[in-house]
T-cell receptor
Framework: DGGITQSPKYLFRKEGQNVTLSCEQN?????MYWYRQDPGQGLRLIYY???????QKGDIAEGYSVSREKKESFPLTVTSAQKNPTAFYLC????????????FGSGTRLTVV | AQRVTQPEKLLSVFKGAPVELKCNYS??????LFWYVQYSRQRLQLLLR??SRESIKGFTADLNKGETSFHLKKPFAQEEDSAMYYC????????????FGKGTLLTVNP
C-alpha cells in the first residue's frame, strides 16, 4: 500500500467529540506531514514533524494536535475546538531533505454528523 | 512567506490538443518546485521535480525564475491525463515543507 497507511478510510464524528486519525509508514522517512484537502482550497498544512518527539505547526494548526513518539507513526487528533472539521485528511512522508518531494497516503475522509 | 498560485481551477481541452497548466510562485530563496497529480480514486503522486528536468508521461515543466513560473506542458493531451494537478513549492532549511497551490482540474475530452 505504498508504504503509508492511513486509517480509517472514512470516519464520522459527532459534534463535540475528539477523533484521532492514524498514519503509519514503513518507508523509514524522517519527516511526516498532515494536510487538509478541501474543494477549491488545495492542500493546507496542519502539522509536520522532522524527527521523533518534535513537531511544528503548519498554516492551519488551530483545533488539531499531533504526537510523534516513534518514527513510523504520526497520529492527528481533531479536537472539538476545530470549527469546521469535515474534510479529507492526507498524511505524507519525506526524507526531510530538499528536492525529493513527498509520498502520500490514501487519505481519511472525516465527516461531522 | 511562500505562495503558489494556480490561476485556473478548471481546464478543458480536446484529445490531441496541447495543454499548459500554469503555476506561479512567490519565494525569497532558491525555489524547489514540483507537480503532483491526483487521478480519480487514486492517491496524490509526484509527477515532476524541477531539479530532475525529466519528462514524465509526456509532461514537461521548466522553471523560469525571471517570471517566477513553473508551467506544466504537454504537446498532445490524452484522455487518461484527466486529473487534478497541484503545483508545489518546497522551502529550504531544516524545517522543510511543501506549499501547494489550489489545484487545476484538467479534463481531456474525446
Amino acid at each position: 500500500d505504498g508504504g503509508i497507511t492511513q486509517s480509517p478510510k472514512y470516519l464520522f464524528r459527532k459534534e463535540g467529540q475528539n477523533v484521532t486519525l492514524s498514519c503509519e509508514q514503513n518507508l523509514n522517512h524522517d519527516a511526516m506531514y498532515w494536510y487538509r484537502q478541501d474543494p477549491g482550497q488545495g492542500l493546507r498544512l496542519i502539522y509536520y514533524s522532522q524527527i521523533v518527539n518534535d513537531f511544528q505547526k503548519g498554516d492551519i494548526a488551530e483545533g488539531y494536535s499531533v504526537s510523534r513518539e516513534k518514527k513510523e507513526s504520526f497520529p492527528l487528533t481533531v479536537t472539538s475546538a476545530q470549527k469546521n472539521p469535515t474534510a479529507f485528511y492526507l498524511c505524507a512522508t519525506g526524507t526531510g531533505g530538499s528536492g525529493y518531494g513527498y509520498t502520500f497516503g490514501s487519505g481519511t475522509r472525516l465527516t461531522v454528523v | 512567506a511562500q505562495r503558489v498560485t494556480q490561476p485556473e481551477k478548471l481546464l478543458s481541452v480536446f484529445k490531441g490538443a496541447p495543454v499548459e497548466l500554469k503555476c506561479n510562485y512567490s519565494y525569497s530563496g532558491s525555489p524547489e518546485l514540483f507537480w503532483y497529480v491526483q487521478y480519480s480514486r487514486q492517491r496524490l503522486q509526484l509527477l515532476l521535480r524541477h531539479i530532475s528536468r525529466e519528462s514524465i508521461k509526456g509532461f514537461t515543466a521548466d522553471l523560469n525564475k525571471g517570471e517566477t513560473s513553473f508551467h506544466l506542458k504537454k504537446p498532445f493531451a490524452q484522455e487518461e491525463d484527466s486529473a487534478m494537478y497541484y503545483c508545489a513549492l518546497g522551502s529550504g532549511g531544516s524545517n522543510y515543507k511543501l506549499t501547494f497551490g489550489k489545484g487545476t482540474l484538467l479534463t481531456v475530452n474525446p
